[in-house]
C-alpha cells in the first residue's frame, strides 16, 4: 500500500503519467493490429486513473475489483461522474479479462478501437475533474 502520509497530490499525478502512458501504449498496439495487447492497456489506463482519484481520497487496494467498487461508490452514485463511465468501467474490466485469460477469445480492431477511445474519454474525465480542485 502507497504510504499516504506523503505526498497524496504527487501519487495522483503519478498515477495519471501511467495513465497516459498505457493509453499510448494502447494506440501503438491497436495501429500494430496488437488487438489484445491494446484491449489490455485500454484498461490498465482506465484502473489508474481511478486509482489516481482515489489517491486522493487515502484509498488503495490489490484488488480491481475494490478498487472499482470503491470509485463507483464515491463518484459515480454520488454523481461527481456520469454513469456512462461505469459502463466503461465495465466493458473494459470484461474484455481485458477475456483477452488476458481466455486463450481463444478474439476481438475486433473496431471493439479495441471503441475501447480506446472510451479509455481516452475516461481520462478526459478525470483530468477535468482533477483540474476543478484546488490542489495548490
Not at 463507483?72 to 474484455?95: C, N, P, T
Not at 488476458?100 to 477469445?105: A, L, Q, S, T
Request: aromatic share 10%; net charge neutral.
Amino acid at each position: 500500500m502507497p504510504d499516504f502520509n506523503g505526498n497524496k497530490i504527487a501519487l495522483m499525478r503519478h498515477r495519471i503519467e501511467q495513465s497516459k502512458r498505457c493509453l499510448d501504449s494502447a494506440v501503438m498496439l491497436l495501429n500494430a493490429d496488437a488487438c489484445k495487447d491494446a484491449a489490455n492497456r485500454s484498461y490498465y489506463s482506465i484502473f489508474h486513473a481511478m486509482r489516481a482519484v482515489l489517491a486522493l481520497d487515502c484509498f488503495d487496494s490489490k484488488k480491481h475489483s475494490s478498487i472499482i467498487s470503491e470509485f463507483r461508490r464515491r463518484y459515480i452514485k454520488s454523481g461527481i461522474f456520469q454513469k456512462e463511465l461505469s459502463d466503461i468501467i465495465e466493458d473494459a474490466f470484461d474484455i481485458r479479462t477475456d483477452s488476458d485469460y481466455n486463450d481463444f477469445f478474439v476481438i475486433s480492431k473496431d471493439e479495441v478501437a471503441k475501447q480506446t477511445a472510451n479509455a481516452k474519454l475516461f481520462l478526459t474525465a478525470i483530468e477535468a475533474y482533477l483540474g476543478t480542485l484546488n490542489m495548490g
